[in-house]
C-alpha cells in the first residue's frame, strides 16, 4: 500500500514540475526585419519645410509599420515588401506610382521589380503607363507568367488580363514633380540631350526589404526613373541585380540612385555575392561598394539591404536617403540626414 502511494506521489510531483515552473520555456519565434527607402540624393535641412519633413517621416514610419505588421503576423517577407512598396508608391511624396517624375513627353514611365529569396523568383516591368501601382504587376509577372520582365504596352496588356489597377493622368500629376520638369527643360535648352547627367539632385526610388519568420528574404523596388529622361530610358529599379536581389543564402537589397551606375556595376548582387562567397559582413559589403566602387565610378545613391540574420544595412553615398527600418529588437527608426544614427 505504501509502494503503491509512493509511486502515485511521485508520479503527481512529476506532473506538477511539466506544468509549472520547471517546465522547459517555449521557443521564441523567429525573428523578423524590414528596411524601406524612398531616394537618396542632395538634401539639406534648409530644404524642406518642418511639415513636409514630417510629413514624409510620418509616411515613412507608416509604410515600414504596415510591412512590420505583416511579419509580425506570421506572414510571408514578400507579402511585407509588396505592401510596403505599395503604400510608398500611393503617397505623393516619392518618385513611385501617384509621386512618380515626369519624362521628357510630359508622361509618367514607371518601371519596377520583385525577388523571393527563397527560390530565385523574380519579376519586373519596365515603361508602362498609369499602372496604379506597378509593385503588384511586377509580382503577378513573377506568379502568374513564364517571364522575368516585360515592358511597355505587353506590359500593359498583361496587366489587363490580370485585373491590375490602372489610373488617368491626372492621379499621377503632382506640381512640385510638374515644376522639375520644366526647370530641367529650361537647363537642358540648346544642349545636347544625349550627353547631358542627371537632372535630378535627388535620386528618388522606393524599395523594401524583409526577413519572415520562416527565414525567407525578398526584395522589391518601384520608380518613376529620372526626371526629363527621353528614348524609353530604364535604369536599375527593373534590373534583377542591379536595382533589387535577394537570396536566402546571403541577403536582400533594394537600391536608389543614378541608375546606370547602379546597372554596370550591379549594386545589389555584388552586395550579395560578397556577403555569401567571401564571409564579409552585410555592413561592410555594403560600405565596399556604395561608397567603394561605386563612388569611385562617380555613381551616387544608397541601398537598403538585410541578411538572413536579421542584420539591416542603410547605406548611402549622398547627404541623405529617406529611410526606415525595424529590426529584431522590434524598434523603428526613420531618417532622411546622413547624421542621423
Known amino acids: 500500500m505504501k509502494h503503491g502511494i509512493a509511486c502515485i506521489a511521485r508520479a503527481l510531483a512529476l506532473a506538477v514540475f511539466t506544468l509549472g515552473a520547471g517546465a522547459p ?3 521564441a519565434d523567429p525573428p523578423v526585419a524590414i528596411a524601406i527607402h524612398a531616394g537618396a540624393g542632395t538634401m539639406s535641412r534648409a530644404e524642406l519645410s518642418a511639415g513636409r519633413e514630417q510629413e514624409i517621416r ?3 514610419a507608416a509604410a515600414v509599420r504596415a510591412g512590420h505588421d505583416v511579419l ?4 510571408s517577407s ?3 515588401v509588396t505592401h510596403a ?3 510608398l508608391e500611393d503617397t505623393p511624396f516619392f518618385n513611385a506610382g501617384r509621386g512618380a517624375v515626369f519624362n521628357a513627353e510630359g508622361r509618367h514611365e514607371l518601371d519596377a521589380s520583385i525577388m523571393n529569396g527563397a527560390d530565385l523568383d523574380a519579376g519586373a516591368v519596365a515603361g508602362v503607363h498609369n499602372v496604379r501601382n506597378p509593385i503588384l504587376l511586377a509580382r503577378r509577372v513573377m506568379t502568374d507568367s513564364v517571364h522575368v520582365m516585360l515592358s511597355g504596352a505587353g506590359a500593359e496588356a498583361f496587366a489587363r488580363e490580370q485585373d491590375i489597377a490602372f489610373a488617368d493622368d491626372a492621379y499621377f500629376h503632382t506640381d512640385y514633380r510638374w515644376q522639375q520638369l520644366l526647370e530641367a527643360r529650361a537647363a537642358a535648352a540648346g544642349r545636347d540631350a544625349a550627353n547631358e547627367p542627371s537632372p535630378d539632385r535627388w535620386l ?8 519572415d519568420r520562416a527565414g525567407n528574404l525578398a526584395a522589391a523596388t518601384s520608380t518613376g526613373g529620372m526626371t526629363n529622361k527621353r528614348w524609353g530610358r530604364i535604369g536599375d529599379a527593373p534590373i534583377i541585380g542591379a536595382g533589387t536581389y535577394a537570396d536566402n543564402r546571403s541577403c536582400a537589397v533594394s537600391a536608389t540612385g543614378h541608375g546606370e551606375y547602379f546597372i554596370r ?3 545589389a548582387r555584388d552586395i550579395c555575392a560578397r556577403v555569401q562567397f567571401t564571409g564579409v559582413t552585410l555592413e561592410r559589403a555594403a560600405d ?9 565610378m562617380g555613381g551616387d545613391g544608397g541601398i537598403i539591404a538585410v541578411d538572413r540574420h536579421g542584420n539591416i544595412a542603410l547605406t548611402f553615398n549622398t547627404s541623405g536617403m529617406y529611410r526606415a527600418r525595424i529590426g529584431t529588437d522590434g524598434q523603428l527608426f526613420v531618417g532622411i540626414y546622413r547624421d542621423e544614427d
Do not use: F
Not at 288 to 296: F, M, S
Open 78 to 80: 514578400l507579402d511585407a
Open 58 to 60: 510620418t509616411a515613412l
Open 72 to 75: 509580425a503576423n506570421g506572414g
Open 265 to 267: 556595376a550591379t549594386v
Open 85 to 87: 512598396v505599395q503604400m
Open 288 to 296: 565596399e561598394v556604395i561608397n567603394g566602387q561605386l563612388r569611385a
Open 25 to 27: 520555456p517555449a521557443a
Open 204 to 211: 528618388s526610388t522606393v524599395g523594401a526589404v524583409a526577413l
